[in-house]
């Protein structure tokens, strides 16, 4: 599922907890491409109901730690390298104080931090990674003429 936050451009109704989300507030896209269907299935939270529901989900699926048959390492210089494990770090920060504004429904906040955690996929040497994908899929689409 791809999803994204944007502004809500009709009031919706938030699938975690029922009630609307009014027109004008940050609200969580979540699309989905079925098999069987033609189109995408759309999804719309309240960015705090998604954060709620997703850590949820999370928790159910703990993080268990690739040891060494995970994927190759990535061909890179040492430098890209650094950099590259400094944006992740910087990125794993800016999600963090995004789920603390999110919980504190902070939602501009929360915004401002997604655009600074966009901001960093213009500096990632060699590929974006999967968990960005959502922001790589914009960028290609920047890219195009
Ligand atoms: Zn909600």
Not at 5 to 27: A, D, F, M, N
Not at 41 to 70: N, S, V
Not at 72 to 100: F, G, I
Request: charged letters at 30%; glycine letters at 4%; aromatic letters at 8%.
């Amino acid at each position: 599922m791809d999803v994204w936050l944007t502004w809500c451009k009709r009031k919706s109704k938030c699938r975690h907890c029922g009630e609307y989300i009014q027109q004008g507030e940050p609200v969580v896209v979540g699309k989905l491409w079925s098999k069987e269907r033609k189109w995408p299935m759309q999804f719309r939270w309240h960015p705090k109901c998604w954060l709620d529901q997703a850590l949820a989900y999370l928790e159910k699926h703990p993080y268990i730690p690739r040891l060494t048959t995970g994927r190759p390492k990535l061909e890179l210089s040492d430098v890209d390298r650094k950099q590259r494990a400094k944006l992740l770090r910087q990125r794993a920060t800016l999600c963090y104080q995004q789920r603390k504004a999110a919980l504190a429904g902070n939602a501009v906040r929360v915004l401002h931090l997604e655009v600074k955690k966009q901001e960093l996929i213009d500096q990632m040497p060699g590929p974006v990674p999967k968990s960005w994908r959502v922001h790589h899929e914009e960028k290609t689409k920047a890219n195009q003429p």
